[in-house]
């Protein structure tokens, strides 16, 4: 099956600066790349995405970019504020009847 | 708005005990899944199931079993609760061919005693 790595597991940033996660995976057959968000007491929401045949994706302050050849891709958050503080997962998939798997998750904490 | 909805936020249980968790998803979505979620884990997948009737092992399957008898609803049975069961308990749903992009219930954050 797919083996999937967050890193780091956990990030602490000050108001405004950068943050940046990755994940790494395994299985050369994934072709979507999404970003899920957790916060406190509610389950994961998906923040954004990305195809196979993307490098680059930006929503405003956040974006996620791939490397298919060395498999890997990151979320990045600019000018990060106290309401992205959550944990963070991937879940590269490959479509199809498949299971997805999840990174093991990133803790971001922004302190004010 | 899709909406998942989970029958219980809380729920404490006896060791031995048979659980029900229940999961409903209101737009007719073709995957639905249970996971459950533990400090360092992640989230694990527990079982799913792409149509009506149809159910795949996850990778913790053990332990456990669902029921899929109607397409908006997915339920989690874990016949003999047992302590090591005691964790947050995630349903979520997805359009066929869509896994990736996965709605989620609350979450019932499961105690066994």
């Known amino acids: 099956g797919e083996n999937v790595e967050q890193h780091p597991s956990t990030l602490s940033v000050q108001e405004g600066d950068s943050a940046v996660i990755k994940c790494t995976y395994s299985d050369s057959a994934s072709n979507y790349f999404p970003w899920y968000k957790q916060e406190l007491g509610k389950g994961p929401q998906l923040i954004i995405d990305i195809r196979s045949n993307v490098g680059e994706k930006k929503d405003q302050r956040i974006a996620v970019t791939l490397n298919k050849t060395a498999k890997h891709f990151s979320l990045h958050i600019t000018e990060t504020q106290p309401e992205d503080s959550a944990v963070y997962f991937c879940a590269p998939d490959s479509g199809g009847y498949q299971k997805v798997t999840f990174g093991t998750g990133t803790k971001l904490q922004v302190i004010p | 708005d899709v909406k998942v909805t989970q029958s219980s936020r809380y729920l404490v249980k006896r060791t031995g005990e048979k659980v029900f968790l229940e999961c409903v998803q209101d737009m007719d979505h073709e995957n639905m899944f249970w996971y459950r979620q533990d400090p360092g884990l992640g989230l694990r997948l527990i079982y799913f199931?792409?149509?009506?009737?149809?159910?795949e092992k996850g990778d913790i399957p053990e332990g456990y079993s669902v029921s899929r008898e109607k397409k908006e609803r997915f339920s989690l049975i874990l016949e003999s609760a047992s302590t090591n069961q005691t964790s947050m308990y995630l349903c979520a749903s997805s359009y066929s061919g869509s896994s990736y992009e996965q709605y989620f219930g609350p979450g019932t954050r499961l105690t066994v005693t």
């Open positions: 199931s792409y149509d009506v009737k149809m159910k």
